[in-house]
């Protein structure tokens, strides 16, 4: 049997309900020393994407669905204006406030021609 491009997304999609409803949390490795990364799928385009944790500088960079281990963050970094994912959230988590210490960065857009 083929399956369409369209019934593996509605697979993908329910695979994905089922971990929100049993609470996934989304595994985070330790790359290197002081450099933790997970993925997560993201809501608009459907494919993993990588976020990351330097717990000793306390850099959360291009967040998304932040497991509830990352604590004591107190810079949001993200690379790329695209890249807001759940920044909003994170900073709410984190207690920020306005655009002063521990305000995402967002880049400005490209200068076009």
């Known amino acids: 049997m083929i399956i369409g491009a369209g ?9 994905d309900r ?5 609470g996934y949390v989304p595994p985070m ?4 020393p ?9 809501p608009k385009i459907g494919i993993e994407v990588s976020s990351y944790w330097l717990p000793d500088l306390g850099v ?3 967040p998304l669905d932040v497991p509830g281990e990352v604590e004591d ?13 759940s920044s909003l959230e994170a ?5 920020f ?6 305000a995402a960065f967002v880049p400005p857009a490209a200068p076009t021609a």
Do not use: K, M, S, Y
């Open 7 to 15: 019934a593996r997304g509605d697979e993908q999609q329910q695979r």
């Open 18 to 22: 089922n971990r929100e409803e049993r």
């Open 29 to 32: 490795h330790e790359l290197a």
């Open 34 to 42: 002081g450099i933790r990364h997970w993925t997560a799928r993201h």
């Open 60 to 62: 959360l960079i291009d």
């Open 73 to 85: 963050v107190n810079t949001i970094l993200l690379t790329n204006r695209h890249h807001r994912r």
């Open 91 to 95: 900073r709410e988590r984190f207690g």
């Open 97 to 102: 406030r306005g655009d002063g210490p521990g």
